[in-house]
């Protein structure tokens, strides 16, 4: 739960950057072209363009269909890739309450802490709580206020595992984990001092998270690793 993605629960942030590169002419579709080549999937177009303004290879096509057509195939590859990182639709991404558990959790009573962290349990566990420094095996959906994932472990299919109370995560997580028993499952409202103070710049299919803006996180904790163990 903490930001390259798995450091997206630390306090300092996340950067993200993307780049796209490409072979540099001197002009787009000037006269200095001598062949522009396209690559889709398996699928290559090539079309050679002389200083004299014909094509080499017997394709008689205007310059203003060649554009058309460059710019097509180009906005297509664009749409796909965007897609592709885009991630699932929200609707179809895994989540720790659905929306039967929605409607349920708006009988739940709000639990409110001396640090303003505001907490609901989905389900209280049956296990053992943490103690201070222990590692927890844990999963998670991290979204903004408005309901949007912008990060989340069921998505990457792997628990996250970390020491509680020992600053590894955000600072409200930190205390709310704290008070859960394994087995269970907790909403936290987490508010912004308590959350990301640099915020997270967005990337495709994760929104942006304002610095010290308010963040939700709905957490499952799965087990404590050797307590359990112990308990038995």
Do not use: W
């Not at 709000?110 to 420094?133: A, F, R």
């Amino acid at each position: 739960m903490a930001s390259s993605l798995s450091s997206l629960l630390l306090p300092f942030g996340s950067s993200f950057a993307r780049s796209l590169s490409s072979p540099t002419h001197q002009s787009a579709f000037g006269d200095k072209i001598h062949s522009l080549n396209i690559r889709c999937s398996n699928l290559e177009f090539k079309v050679n363009y002389l200083r004299t303004g014909e094509y080499n290879d017997g394709l008689n096509l205007k310059r203003r269909e060649m554009i058309g057509m460059v710019l097509g195939v180009a906005g297509t590859f664009i749409d796909s890739f965007d897609a592709k990182t885009a991630g699932l639709p929200p609707e179809d991404k895994p989540r720790i309450c659905d929306d039967a558990c929605e409607k349920e959790l708006e009988n739940v009573p709000m639990v409110t802490t001396e640090s303003g962290l505001q907490y609901k349990d989905i389900k209280v566990g049956d296990g053992p709580s943490p103690p201070v420094g222990f590692q927890v095996a844990a999963n998670y959906v991290a979204m903004v206020p408005s309901g949007q994932i912008f990060d989340s472990s069921l998505e990457k299919g792997q628990l996250y595992i970390f020491r509680v109370g020992a600053g590894q995560v955000i600072k409200g997580l930190d205390e709310g984990i704290l008070t859960m028993k394994a087995g269970g499952k907790r909403r936290f409202y987490i508010p912004g001092p308590l959350a990301f103070p640099k915020g997270l710049t967005s990337a495709p299919g994760r929104p942006r998270v304002a610095p010290n803006s308010p963040v939700v996180f709905d957490v499952s904790l799965e087990y404590i690793p050797g307590l359990e163990l112990d308990e038995e």
